[in-house]
């Protein structure tokens, strides 16, 4: 079982249309995402956040009841508002974003019990609460708490500064939550971020897994690492391409121990997890065109021949 903890959030992808700009409301933000990931790919997920008492707040409810998790802890805020992301697509379906996050509910999250933690072998936490003393300290003290209860902790970077008061600001958080964690997504850009010396004196006992978009993804573990190719797609949205492979990953991973963590076994997890990043690139949205289990393996049967 994993338990993602974290931002839950409506992404408005915006379109061009009819010489008017449209915006498209979906469900996201990268905890749930990689929530509802694990679990349409065939694994067990938890997801914890928080909404505000709004209409949109209401939406994300009642979207996340309809995802069948095995486990669902929402705070709807009486004071905030639901956070938004507005997404703007390039012509390949790169996007950027811009956070409406004014008072807002994301980092603002629930206390989790001793069950609910119990519960989960893998715990991952989001990285937007971090740009907030209360969201910070509470993804610190999560952390103690999990490996308190002898879990495994896993975080995505997802670094963004736009919403931190600067650069080194952001830095200085980031690297103390790392240093707390046990598995690590990064994105290529966020290596180049951090630094290669840091990755390789720092972070060595950890597992690095690190999405290249169309090259793939490569992982590091106690001195060894690899890399593994990607299936060829035609992006129409890469929102959230990120969230479905490190989804495929933690489904990978759950229930193993860290001795298995052979290169063998580690090479088969990450080959699944780029095709759910790749062949969720093939719909808008980072939730609604996540491939099912069946969807994974016929690609996976097609480039095993």
Not at 84 to 94: P, Y
């Amino acid at each position: 079982m994993i338990l993602c903890v974290g931002e839950i959030l409506a992404d408005m992808i915006g379109a061009e249309k009819d010489g008017s700009y449209f915006y498209e409301r979906k469900a996201g933000g990268a905890p749930f995402n990689v929530a509802c990931g694990i679990q349409k790919f065939g694994g067990h997920a938890i997801f914890a956040g928080s909404v505000g008492d709004d209409l949109i707040g209401e939406f994300l409810i009642n979207f996340a009841k309809e995802r069948n998790l095995d486990g669902l802890v929402i705070d709807k805020r009486q004071n905030e508002n639901t956070t938004l992301a507005f997404v703007q697509l390039d012509k390949n379906g790169e996007r950027s974003f811009c956070f409406y996050r004014k008072n807002t509910a994301d980092y603002r999250l629930p206390e989790l019990s001793d069950e609910t933690l119990g519960k989960a072998d893998l715990i991952s936490i989001g990285s937007l609460m971090l740009s907030e003393d209360c969201g910070f300290t509470y993804a610190v003290n999560l952390a103690k708490r999990a490996h308190g209860l002898n879990k495994t902790v896993c975080f995505d970077v997802n670094f963004r500064t736009d919403i931190f008061r600067d650069a080194e600001f952001a830095k200085a958080r980031y690297l103390k939550i790392l240093e707390l964690v046990d598995i690590i997504k990064f994105s290529e850009d966020e290596v180049e971020i951090f630094g290669e010396e840091y990755l390789s004196d720092k972070l060595q006992d950890k597992l690095l897994c690190i999405s290249l978009g169309e090259k793939g993804s490569e992982w590091r573990y106690r001195g060894k690492k690899s890399r593994v190719g990607a299936i060829p797609v035609k992006p129409i949205d890469t929102t959230g391409a990120g969230d479905a492979f490190f989804a495929g990953v933690l489904k990978g991973l759950d229930g193993t121990a860290q001795n298995d963590w052979t290169v063998n076994f580690l090479n088969g997890v990450f080959a699944e997890a780029n095709v759910c990043g790749a062949l969720n690139t093939l719909g808008r949205g980072a939730i609604d065109c996540l491939p099912d289990r069946k969807q994974i393996e016929f690609a996976l049967k097609k480039v095993s021949q």
